[in-house]
């Protein structure tokens, strides 16, 4: 079973900067897809980032020129790396991979959560 664990959550200052990281663990027989989607109290969860297997990327209008997404292939791994964060960037962040794994079966797993605070 594929399992992804996230770090790099916690406070930021505004305008600071800050990196997540997810790693995808298991019988992987190729990747589709990594994403980040974060979720705010009261609010939908909604796509911020995501990478396909090519390496396009497709970024949310409001993170766009402030967050980097990028994989780390050989460890499949995906990384956010967050810059100029505002307020508003303080979510739930949730890693998304979608991929084939054993007997080329598809999966789609999401990991745990964790907390970007961002204080003004």
């Known amino acids: 079973q594929v399992q992804l664990v996230e770090s790099g959550g916690g406070l930021v200052q505004f305008g600071g900067s800050l990196r997540l990281s997810c790693a995808a663990s298991g019988y992987i027989r190729s990747i589709n897809v990594m994403g980040w989607y974060r979720q705010a109290p009261g609010k939908q969860r909604e796509l911020v980032a995501a990478i396909t297997g090519a390496g396009s990327t497709n970024y949310a209008d409001s993170v766009k020129g402030r967050f980097i997404i990028s994989r780390a292939n050989a460890e499949n791994t995906v990384l956010l790396q967050m810059n100029s964060v505002v307020p508003e960037d303080t979510a739930v962040y949730y890693c998304?991979?979608?991929?084939?794994?054993?007997?080329?079966?598809?999966?789609?797993?999401w990991g745990q959560g964790t907390q970007v605070t961002v204080s003004s």
């Open positions: 998304n991979v979608k991929g084939s794994g054993r007997f080329w079966t598809s999966f789609d797993r």
